[in-house]
């Protein structure tokens, strides 16, 4: 009984150890309406950006996974950058701004967020321009910190510091176009690679050119305002 044992355990060793030898035999082709599953990956890469980083804070890669089980597809994508490169105010992008932020109102700036700075930025400025009037300065604030992705209604972060607008005075003046008109404003955040260097009161005309020369990157939202008098 005892050799009858051996012999079996050594039959099934030897079985084994052939079905795992490689002798160059093909393997039996697939039964009928067997499905494979196929993986794809496509990455693609922000221009300017380091692909070794993925501390920027961005979605910087734009990743399709495709599952094709032969009868349908599945795709999943991360969006990019540009899908949410948008500036989130009280009021929808493109429609009415809200009279406490005019002239009508408090006239006071509103409270904004925008997407996490790209890699390598040194400041943040945010600007508001009347689109029918853009020689008019409403408001130029620069100085704040590349971390900062939020600021609330009617407050200036420390270190931060905002120009002379189109009244004289320092800091915001709200929509105000003339008695039956509707103007267009757009509010810009506008990523700085170098800092602005200015002082609190500096000119609107000359903050906004500095701004213009030193931004790599911006997001905005826009807006529509007439007054009911």
Do not use: K
């Not at 949410?84 to 002239?103: E, H, K, M, Q």
């Not at 996490?116 to 945010?126: N, Q, Y």
């Not at 609330?152 to 709200?174: H, K, R």
């Not at 690679?193 to 500095?210: I, Y």
Request: glycine share 10%; charged share 20%; net charge negative.
């Amino acid at each position: 009984m005892r050799r009858l044992l051996i012999l079996t355990s050594a039959l099934i060793v030897l079985i084994a150890v052939s079905s795992c030898r490689d002798d160059g035999r093909t393997l039996r082709d697939p039964p009928p309406g067997f499905q494979g599953v196929s993986i794809s990956t496509t990455t693609t890469i922000e221009p300017g950006l380091d692909p070794g980083d993925d501390d920027s804070g961005f979605d910087t890669f734009d990743t399709t996974d495709t599952f094709d089980t032969g009868e349908a597809v599945t795709t999943l994508s991360i969006p990019s950058l540009d899908d949410t490169a948008a500036v989130t105010a009280p009021w929808l992008d493109g429609g009415a701004i809200d009279p406490r932020f005019s002239c009508e109102g408090l006239n006071i700036s509103p409270a904004l967020s925008w997407p996490a700075a790209p890699l390598g930025t040194a400041e943040v400025a945010i600007t508001l321009e009347d689109l029918d009037v853009p020689t008019f300065v409403h408001w130029i604030i620069a100085g704040i910190s590349p971390d900062t992705v939020a600021l609330p209604e009617g407050e200036v972060p420390i270190g931060a510091y905002e120009a002379t607008n189109s009244l004289g005075d320092i800091g915001y003046t709200g929509p105000c176009p003339s008695a039956g008109e509707e103007h267009f404003y757009v509010i810009t955040v506008h990523y700085l690679g170098v800092p602005s260097g200015l002082l609190d009161g500096v000119a609107g005309a000359e903050l906004f050119a500095t701004i213009a020369t030193a931004e790599v990157e911006t997001a905005e939202v826009t807006g529509t305002f007439s007054r009911t008098d």
